[in-house]
């Protein structure tokens, strides 16, 4: 028989901020961030228990997103950033008390919201602008106190978990992920993997190999992310799309797969292989590598770790 | 790279300070006689053990000279495997005698040993253990104690400050319950900077009694929010 011991925080108050603040009389930059009130400390099981059996109503101080309460305890800093995680749903205007002339012309600190349930927050930018987005058909979200700060410029990775077309201008992208990838469309996926700054790419299925144009070379990608098993001839055709890879991680169903990636790409240092069938993967030991990949008998500058049916290999290049 | 050989050594050594050594010696070997010069002589070298490509470890422990490096993190990759090994077999940590910062991101708390042989120069100024446990902290950290008063910036989860530590300016704290903050606060009153996360408990007083940080320019605060189940078994 167990019992349970449980302990329910409260937020913050502003009555505690500024009683935090009055003991730092030369504070110039302050930035505070209250995380999701829901997070369990000790383990899953017991998250999912309380998420199931406690009516957690945890307490909402209120004071603390309206934008005319802090006015008075932050009027004296430089800089001022926050993120609140909310667990209710506020007003819909809960903007309107951050764009008064203090916070957008005297400051020029701009707040933002985001109202998506699995991430309802409040918060500053471009401190807390979200790096990472998916690019749901209902995208953008967010809505922003200053109408000309772009939030796009931000974004440095862009999931995809249904084909929409690319209509935000994305500069900064690095790392784009393909989440689904049935009935894709060459004309709608392109212009994702040929935004400028693009050197990352994830997919789940090779359908991507099939639609796009057969001549062409992906030169810009260096880290490359397959989360499905591919074969022997898939693996040639990955290494003429993307002959410039760097970091790879692949499923294989065979140690050939292995060798012809590690052959094939030429430029390859870090890759981690993930076997389907461990069983088949053999004693794979140093020499095994030398004496079956033409690349490492003559560049023997390498180090290796199998754990499980993961293989890491770490390359020098020639 | 025609540019940079227009550049002063001094506007090269500040875009130097943005980047780790490998990056550094990957991108600027072998452009010009200038440059690889600029390079032979830059002594503020901060090395990072993190992902990177192999050809950037092997050009960097080719090049590097120990005394040439000013910072060194060890992070836990496992992509890169045996990186660490591989490093220490090339270097010997008490050939960096110019060190002023050591970072132990990675979860091997055994680094924490090479640590304590480091300590012995005084010269550290930053130390980043965040992941290092109370028990390596009593076996091995006797002569990392002795240097922490010496010490301008240091990340932690909270352990090692049971002293009054007064060259403190930068401070890091990884976990801190609310009632612990104003003793911890009350060792390092001259702090410039202070980033820590705390998680509030039952007691609601703890904000009056912060003690007063006259030199505190920048606050980063986190609060976590946890709901805490202990379980008790009854017999």
Same mark, same amino acid.
């Given at each position: ?6 302990t ?19 504070l ?7 995380e ?37 305890s ?24 951050f764009?008064s ?14 109202d ?31 109408p ?49 700054n ?5 997919f ?29 001839s ?58 079956h990949?033409?690349?490492l ?22 | ?12 050594h ?7 050594a490998? $990056? ?21 070298y ?28 060890i992070m836990? $990759? ?28 990675s ?21 980043v ?10 076996l091995?950290?006797?002569?990392? $104690? ?14 090692p ?29 001259n ?11 039952i ?25 805490i ?7």
């Amino acid at each position: 028989m167990f019992f349970f011991l449980l302990t329910k925080d409260r937020r913050l108050t502003m009555g505690q901020i500024d009683e935090i603040l009055i003991k730092m009389p030369r504070l110039i930059h302050f930035e505070l961030e209250l995380e999701d009130p829901m997070n369990v400390l000790g383990g899953r099981k017991w998250e999912s228990w309380a998420r199931q059996h406690l009516n957690l109503d945890i307490e909402e101080s209120m004071d603390i997103i309206d934008g005319n309460q802090w006015k008075y305890s932050v009027s004296h800093l430089q800089t001022f950033d926050f993120r609140f995680y909310l667990s209710k749903i506020p007003s819909t205007q809960i903007l309107h008390s951050f764009q008064s002339p203090f916070w957008l012309e005297q400051k020029r600190w701009f707040v933002a919201f985001d109202d998506r349930p699995s991430s309802r927050c409040l918060f500053t930018v471009p401190r807390f602008a979200p790096k990472s987005i998916i690019y749901s058909p209902d995208y953008p979200s967010i809505q922003c106190t200053s109408p000309e700060l772009c939030l796009d410029q931000y974004v440095n990775t862009l999931t995809l978990p249904v084909l929409r077309p690319l209509t935000n201008d994305f500069i900064n992208v690095t790392s784009f992920v393909l989440e689904r990838n049935e009935n894709l469309d060459r004309n709608t996926i392109l212009p994702f993997l040929q935004l400028p700054n693009l050197h990352s790419l994830s997919f789940v299925n090779l359908s991507l190999l099939y639609v796009l144009p057969s001549e062409l070379i992906l030169n810009s990608i260096r880290t490359l992310n397959v989360k499905t098993s591919v074969s022997k001839s898939r693996i040639e055709q990955i290494c003429i799309i993307f002959p410039q890879v760097e970091r790879l991680e692949i499923m294989i169903d065979d140690n050939d797969t292995m060798l012809s990636s590690i052959d094939g790409l030429k430029y390859l240092s870090i890759c981690k292989f993930i076997h389907s069938y461990p069983s088949s993967m053999g004693a794979l030991k140093r020499e095994w590598f030398q004496e079956h990949s033409s690349r490492l008998k003559t560049n023997d500058h390498f180090t290796y770790r199998i754990n499980y049916n993961n293989i890491h290999l770490w390359m020098s290049v020639e | 790279m025609i540019l940079f050989n227009l550049l002063p050594v001094e506007l090269i050594h500040s875009i130097f300070r943005y980047l780790w050594a490998h $990056e550094i010696l990957h991108g600027f070997t072998n452009q010009s006689d200038y440059l690889d010069d600029v390079l032979r002589n830059y002594d503020r070298y901060a090395i990072c053990l993190c992902t990177m490509l192999k050809t950037q470890f092997d050009q960097m422990c080719h090049r590097i000279q120990p005394k040439q490096v000013r910072s060194l993190a060890i992070m836990d $990759e496992d992509d890169t495997p045996d990186q660490c090994t591989l490093f220490f077999s090339c270097f010997d940590i008490q050939q960096f005698v110019n060190l002023r910062s050591f970072a132990i991101i990675s979860s091997d708390q055994s680094l924490f040993r090479k640590l304590d042989l480091l300590c012995q120069f005084n010269t550290l100024k930053s130390l980043v253990v965040p992941n290092v446990s109370q028990a390596y902290w009593c076996l091995f950290g006797g002569n990392v $104690e002795m240097i922490l008063p010496q010490l301008k910036r240091l990340v932690t989860d909270g352990y090692p400050l049971t002293k009054p530590l007064k060259s403190l300016q930068y401070l890091t704290v990884t976990h801190c319950f609310c009632y612990k903050l104003d003793y911890l606060l009350s060792q390092v009153v001259n702090l410039h900077s202070l980033n820590i996360t705390i998680s509030l408990d039952i007691f609601p007083l703890w904000t009056k009694k912060i003690p007063i940080m006259n030199h505190l320019k920048q606050l980063i605060l986190r609060v976590n929010r946890k709901i805490i189940i202990i379980t008790i078994e009854a017999f």
